[in-house]
T-cell receptor, first 120, second 117 residues
Framework: AQTVTQSQPEMSVQEAETVTLSCTYD???????LFWYKQPPSRQMILVIR??????QNATENRFSVNFQKAAKSFSLKISDSQLGDTAMYFC?????????????????FGKGTKLSVKP | NAGVMQNPRHLVRRRGQEARLRCSPM?????VYWYRQLPEEGLKFMVY????????ESGMPKERFSAEFPKEGPSILRIQQVVRGDSAAYFC???????????????FGPGTRLTVL
């Protein structure tokens, strides 16, 4: 069974600084997807970034980037130029590739989350 | 393009009553997932449905819980004879058909907060 571990229950960062959130996972699969979602106080789950395991290039989305180390089964999220609106719970999630069609369909396995506070 | 819709946003039930949670996927999405989030926890998968079919219900409790995604209308998560331990946030997510490039990506609704008194 796959597991996702986020070892930092809480973190804080000063506005405009850079912060890195850690995530490790355990799987015997070779093809899979990894995601970071954020959950602000509104409780809405918002997709931040996604990574296909077969791609060696790290995904980036504006101020958000990942460091994907497949051999180490590590998937950290870096937030640059932190903003007050980045304050939220951040969840790392894993999905195995179903092997059918172009994409795959299956359930997400979430870590317990990291509570990030951005301080002015 | 409207996102995933869930209603009600808040639902209060007394022990023994039934709870019905509704989810309308994003336009064009044919896959629906239900997750439960307990306080201070991550989301836990419950069930995955396509139109008129349950694909994976491995995370669903065996008793009192059921889900459907009919040909017409929203997906329904039904909890019969609710107990205090059912109090949680229930999230629905949807994803595009399998032949889409990003079919693997799930987009979440705002959730339904169920409180059992």
């Amino acid at each position: 069974a796959q597991t996702v571990t986020q070892s930092q229950p809480e973190m804080s960062v000063q506005e405009a600084e850079t912060v890195t959130l850690s995530c490790t996972y355990d799987t015997s699969e070779n093809n899979y997807y990894l995601f970071w979602y954020k959950q602000p106080p509104s409780r809405q789950m918002i997709l931040v970034i996604r990574q296909e395991a077969y791609k060696q290039q790290n995904a980036t989305e504006n101020r958000f980037s990942v460091n994907f180390q497949k051999a180490a089964k590590s998937f950290s999220l870096k937030i640059s130029d932190s903003q007050l609106g980045d304050t939220a719970m951040y969840f790392c999630a894993f999905m195995k590739h179903g092997g059918r069609g172009v994409g795959s369909q299956g359930n997400l396995i979430f870590g317990k989350g990291t509570k990030l506070s951005v301080k002015p | 393009n409207a996102g995933v819709m869930q209603n009600p946003r808040h639902l209060v039930r007394r022990r023994g009553q039934e709870a019905r949670l509704r989810c309308s996927p994003m336009k064009g999405h044919s896959h629906v997932y239900w997750y439960r989030q307990l306080p201070e926890e991550g989301l836990k998968f419950m069930v995955y449905l396509q139109k008129e079919n349950i694909i994976d219900e491995s995370g669903m409790p065996k008793e009192r819980f059921s889900a459907e995604f009919p040909k017409e209308g929203p997906s329904i998560l039904r909890i019969q004879q609710v107990v205090r331990g059912d109090s949680a946030a229930y999230f629905c997510a949807s994803s595009p058909p399998s032949d889409y490039l990003y079919a693997n990506t799930q987009y979440f609704g705002p959730g339904t907060r169920l409180t059992v008194l």
